[in-house]
Nanobody
Framework: QGPLVESGGGVVQPGGSLRLSCATS????????MGWYRQAPGNQRELVAR???????DYSDSVKGRFTISRDNAKSTLYLQMNTLKPEDTAVYSC?????????WGQGTQVTVSS
């Protein structure tokens, strides 16, 4: 497996919740900014949320107030808590680790929000 291992995707009804996890190495957590991206059918990949090594966060307007990105330094794990999910949140979600122009990507996990 690669340096980023994702889990937590699945199928939920509108209004439901999911928590995505991204397991990383300690070295990545020590130096890299982390983020979540998604790509929906017919759309380009977009940034969902990101978090720096000092804990600063940034969110897409479409998910503000519903999604929360966090990092657990002891476990070297990145999380994306997704609440009040909408059908338009349906996409493949990918974890990323970046430092300048270099970065790593997870394999992606499918999130489907449907009745």
């Amino acid at each position: 497996q690669g340096p980023l291992v994702e889990s937590g995707g699945g199928v939920v009804q509108p209004g439901g919740s999911l928590r995505l996890s991204c397991a990383t190495s300690g070295s990545i957590f020590s130096h890299f900014a982390m983020g979540w991206y998604r790509q929906a059918p017919g759309n380009q990949r977009e940034l969902v949320a990101r978090i720096t090594t000092d804990g600063s966060t940034d969110y897409s307007d479409s998910v503000k107030g519903r999604f929360t990105i966090s990092r657990d330094n002891a476990k070297s794990t990145l999380y994306l808590q997704m609440n009040t999910l909408k059908p338009e949140d349906t996409a493949v979600y990918s974890c990323s680790a970046r430092l300048g122009t270099v970065g790593y990507w997870g394999q992606g996990t499918q999130v489907t929000v449907s009745s």
